[in-house]
């Protein structure tokens, strides 16, 4: 088992679903954690769950896409921990949406929230590793369909295929300073928000069921368990790959929506 003693992360999208679950994962594995995200209650449950299991950890709202509040949020960890080692980028925003029907505002708001806050995220950590020459990792929060495409998502897919690139090019550019920077792309998982942004319906989520052939829903602490290993010394060869966690799902059809391969207007 990995061991994260002595270390403190930032993990954005923190009060819910993988990133709570990823929190407190790093808690038990011996870090500090910040959780971040818009609301402060779910942030406070977080802490106080990680501080039951006696570890640390601190709330800090914040909006990602805001560059100054991230920043804040950097600099609050340090003060309280006295260092950051890394960053878990899984704040997002989604919805399934026809492209035809997709407004320029949801555009806007799924595209500043994945990729201009993940930029922001990033940014802001990595600059205080540079400037404190200390090494780091950081593990941003896809889907497949970053690559795959899928009807329905065009916003959240080009969002995220922009992180992919993010990554891959600060992976050799940071490489020098021993910062490592990562991508997890995780199947459905039995979450709040991805079940009421993505299968709202029993019809619409046993047809998402039957699109992953090991035949079961991922689960918020076993994605956490695989972000803490990429985030650990055991990974430390591991830099601009992405690590799918989809139980074969990607390898299937479509999986959100309405069936649109036999459709003609």
């Not at 949406?97 to 320029?104: F, G, I, V």
Request: proline share 6%; aromatic share 4%; glycine share 12%.
């Amino acid at each position: 088992m990995e061991s994260l003693a002595g270390r403190a992360y930032l993990v954005t999208g923190g009060g819910t679903g993988i990133g709570a679950a990823t929190a407190l994962h790093l808690a038990g594995l011996g870090a500090s954690v910040t959780v971040l995200g818009r609301r402060k209650e779910p942030l406070d449950t977080v802490v106080d769950e990680v501080k039951r299991q006696g570890g640390d950890a601190l709330a800090h709202p914040a909006d990602v896409r805001d560059p100054d509040a991230v920043d804040a949020a950097v600099e609050t960890t340090l003060d309280r921990f006295g260092r950051i080692d890394g960053l878990v980028n899984n704040a997002a925003g989604n919805f399934v949406t026809p492209a035809e029907k997709l407004s320029p505002n949801g555009w806007r708001a799924v595209v500043d929230i994945v990729l201009n806050g993940t930029w922001n995220c990033t940014s802001a950590v990595a600059r205080r590793l540079i400037d404190a020459g200390r090494p780091g990792s950081i593990v941003s929060v896809i889907a497949t369909y970053a690559w795959t495409g899928h009807p329905g998502t065009v916003h959240s897919a080009a969002a995220k295929a922009g992180v992919v690139a993010m990554t891959r090019t600060l992976a050799v550019e940071w490489a020098r300073y021993g910062i490592r920077l990562n991508c997890i792309a995780p199947g459905p998982t039995e979450t709040d928000g991805a079940g009421n942004a993505l299968w709202a319906t029993p019809e619409d989520r046993d047809r998402v069921l039957s699109s992953v052939p090991l035949d079961r829903f991922a689960t918020a602490p076993e994605i956490g368990d695989l972000i803490g290993l990429l985030l650990s010394d055991r990974a430390a060869y591991i830099t601009g790959t992405t690590l799918t966690a989809d139980g074969a799902q990607s390898l299937g059809p479509q999986i959100y929506g309405p069936p649109v391969a036999a459709t003609r207007t």
